[in-house]
């Protein structure tokens, strides 16, 4: 495709509900990284894939999310047990390598918890 | 010492003057500096990136000055105008070692016409 897509653009889920958030990378782009961002602020890193492995997944913030790319390109975050704390965009976005490089971003993920 | 923190919060500049943006980071072992640019709904796209090896890089209006003894980097967009009104961020990150990147919290720039 022509560039990171995300589905769903937008998900409403009520507390305590498990939730699946899916990034399509660039094709070819061997490296993929979901963040945060919550309103009024930067992207915060949780996980990062070099082909089908988790490379660096310090920014997960607790065990309730869990994120798998099994064949190195799709991938899904996964948010198990909601809370309302969880409300904020899912970006994804992937680079060509993985080193020290642009990362391209899809639109995000508008998750809302009730 | 992962922290980019970024100044100021909002801005706000007459069309055709100068925009300047500035981040300070901790981590010495960061060696790659994008900036991102985000407009409303969207994803951030990259803007310009520097490494610590250059002290200026230019690209069009849009310039990154990096002083690595002061751990500071800064953008300046010239000749600002009113569809450069968005959010910017400045981030950090290493090339080994792992690949976290680090983001300041924005600033969000308004070109008034």
């Known amino acids: 495709g022509a560039g990171v897509s995300q589905t769903p653009s937008n998900k409403v889920t009520e507390k305590g509900k498990y939730v699946e958030l899916r990034c399509d990378p660039i094709s070819g782009h061997t490296a993929l990284y979901w963040y945060r961002q919550s309103l009024g602020q930067g992207p915060e890193f949780l996980i990062y894939f070099q082909g089908t492995g988790a490379a660096d997944d310090s920014g997960l913030p607790n065990d309730r999310f869990f994120a798998v790319r099994p064949e190195g390109s799709v991938s899904t975050l996964k948010i198990q047990r909601t809370e309302r704390g969880d409300s904020a965009v899912y970006l994804c976005?992937?680079?060509?390598?993985?080193?020290?490089?642009?990362?391209?971003f899809g639109p995000g993920t508008r998750l809302l918890v009730l | 010492q992962q922290q980019v923190k970024q100044s100021p919060q909002s801005l706000i500049v007459q069309k055709g003057g100068i925009s300047i943006i500035n981040c300070a980071y901790e981590?010495?072992?960061?060696?790659?500096f994008p900036w991102y640019q985000q407009f409303p709904g969207k994803g951030p796209a990259l803007l310009i990136a520097i490494r610590p090896d250059v002290s200026e890089k230019k690209e069009g209006r849009f310039t990154i000055s990096f002083n690595k003894s002061a751990k500071q980097f800064s953008l300046h967009i010239m000749d600002s105008q009113p569809g450069d009104s968005a959010t910017y961020f400045c981030a950090a990150s290493k090339g080994t070692g792992g690949f976290k990147t680090i983001f300041g919290a924005g600033t969000r720039l308004f070109v008034k016409a």
């Open positions: 976005a992937s680079s060509l390598n993985g080193l020290a490089e642009a990362q391209y």
């Open positions: 981590n010495t072992a960061f060696d790659y």
